[in-house]
């Protein structure tokens, strides 16, 4: 028979006490074989030193351990996170919090305390990797990528045209990379260079397709305040466009992608239980808002990571 443990075992004596089981404090600790006196402080109102150590947390123990298995499942996706993503998701839960605790802030120092209480988790520094130098020297990182996507895809048993990948470029308005042209025979440059205008407006697009080759519209970025419909009448109805002040994306814009264009266009085209979410790192797609987001609608997101690998 498995032995009950003592605190357990005080729990339960309280109880029998409260209820009027026992005629004494001495008789309750007896029959539940508890220490008279610890049974007699707490039954004064002293707290166990477990919970006294809780209490004294700016997090409950539910909450480090909600955002512990975060952060595991952040890095098995191929994000480890920061920690100031860390810090932001801590300060979160205790905003959610029936009664938020509006003059509890947490720091650095929490979160290296916090870690120091959960030995699954660590913090290393990342370094630097060039990425064409990964592509063609590194099978090992290759080959574990494939792993990664392999292993998410059976776990959740995630059909083929479930499986898209988002990416974001961007390009300066009216300047080309490379076009072929006509220049005089006598030109020594081997390279003939186009002089490009400077000053041109930024633009971002959000583009995704799926393993099935179907695309979704785009979202298209452009740096300003206010744009008037009109600007875009030629523009197809399910493009999307957003503003931003540089006309690069940012935690909302991505937020925004996520919400009205990636569900919006794929919810009622799910062939299985779960879609597969492949992203680049960008910090606007690493928010804890965009994940929630995920895990309510059955997203799984995967990270590429393109500049910097855990050392």
């Known amino acids: 028979m498995t032995e009950i443990p003592k605190e357990k075992r005080l729990e ?21 074989d508890v220490p008279p006196r610890t049974l007699m402080t707490r039954l004064d109102g002293t707290v166990s ?48 919090r029936s009664k938020p605790s509006k003059d509890i802030s947490i ?9 120091q209480r959960h ?3 660590k913090s290393k520094y990342t370094r630097q990797y060039d990425y064409q130098r990964a592509k063609c020297e590194d099978p090992e990182l290759i080959k574990g990528w494939f792993n990664r996507v392999q292993e998410t895809i059976l776990r959740y048993g995630i059909a083929e045209q479930d499986i898209y990948n988002m990416d974001e470029t961007g390009f300066q ?28 407006e930024w633009i971002t697009i959000i583009i995704a397709i799926n393993a099935s080759g179907h695309a979704l519209p785009p979202q298209i970025i452009m740096a300003g305040k206010k744009h008037q419909s009109q600007w875009y009448s030629a523009i197809p109805k399910e493009y999307r466009i957003s503003l931003s002040d540089n006309g690069w994306t940012n935690d909302i814009l991505g937020f925004e992608w996520l919400q009205e264009m990636f569900e919006k266009h794929t919810a009622s085209q799910t062939a299985g239980r779960y879609r597969l979410l492949i992203l680049d790192g960008h910090s606007s797609h690493a928010t804890a808002s965009f994940d929630q987001f995920c895990t309510e609608r059955r997203i799984i997101p995967l990270y590429m990571c393109h500049g910097a690998l855990l050392g």
């Open 12 to 32: 339960l004596a309280i109880e029998a006490f409260h209820k009027g089981q026992f005629p004494s404090k001495t008789a309750c600790a007896k029959a539940f």
């Open 49 to 96: 030193r477990q919970h006294t150590i809780a209490n004294c947390r700016k997090l409950s123990n539910t909450e480090e351990e909600s955002l512990k298995n975060w952060i595991l499942d952040m890095d098995k996706r191929g994000l480890p996170l920061q920690v100031s993503n860390v810090r932001h998701l801590a300060q979160l839960l205790l905003s959610a």
């Open 107 to 115: 720091s650095e120092k929490w979160v290296s305390r916090f870690i």
């Open 119 to 121: 030995p699954e988790l």
């Open 173 to 200: 308005m009216g300047v080309a990379s490379t076009a072929k042209v006509i220049c005089g025979s006598e030109t020594r440059d081997s390279h003939a260079k186009s002089i490009q205008p400077g000053n041109r």
